[in-house]
């Protein structure tokens, strides 16, 4: 793997606020397959205190192919590989996964990074809307679930992009402001970008 596509920076890192607090860096690699991005968040939420490292490997039309996760918090250290062929069915450590059938992204509940996935995948231009249900890996245990998501673009393409987001399943709705490489610039509640 070389360097970071040209629309993408060497690397990003987000201040999560609010849900959780802490801190999230990620790098972008680029290969004859697609890109490899390796990350990693450490934060408390409720309390609770835990750090978690991926590793996504995404093909050349933004579908997440496999997920490396791995975490410790109080309740230990646990790893989760996530492998799908690019056509919506999954393995969760080498089992199917029924859960998550027609997924095409891994959304892990650490990290502000991985809503890039879906607003690159979908390309959708202003005014248009899709569902993006996503593979979710949680942050404490690394439970993999279905998370079911809706992306609304609201911006008029005359600047960064802009979504109105929802995940109806936490009954959580917001305003989505990414930059001009499509990385969350804000995500209110959960992160803010830096600029470094």
Do not use: K
């Amino acid at each position: 793997m070389g360097e970071a596509p040209a629309d993408l920076p060497p690397f990003a890192a987000w201040h999560h606020r609010g849900a959780a607090d802490g801190f999230e860096v990620a790098y972008f690699f680029t290969g004859s397959g697609g890109l490899r991005v390796e990350g990693h968040t450490v934060a408390v939420e409720a309390g609770e205190p835990y750090s978690v490292g991926y590793e996504i490997g995404l093909d050349d039309r933004w579908r997440t192919r496999w997920a490396w996760v791995w975490g410790q918090s109080a309740r230990g250290r646990r790893e989760a590989v996530l492998e799908s062929r690019g056509d919506g069915r999954w393995t969760v450590d080498g089992v199917p996964a029924p859960q998550v059938d027609g997924c095409f992204d891994v959304d892990l509940e650490s990290s502000a990074l991985t809503n890039a996935f879906p607003m690159h995948r979908l390309a959708l231009a202003p005014g248009e809307a899709a569902d993006a249900p996503a593979a979710y890996v949680r942050a404490l245990d690394l439970a993999v679930e279905r998370l079911d998501q809706r992306y609304v673009r609201i911006d008029d393409g005359a600047g960064p992009p802009r979504y109105d987001y929802a995940s109806p399943g936490f009954g959580f709705r917001s305003e989505l402001a990414y930059d001009e490489s499509g990385l969350v610039l804000e995500y209110p509640g959960i992160a803010t970008r830096l600029r470094v």
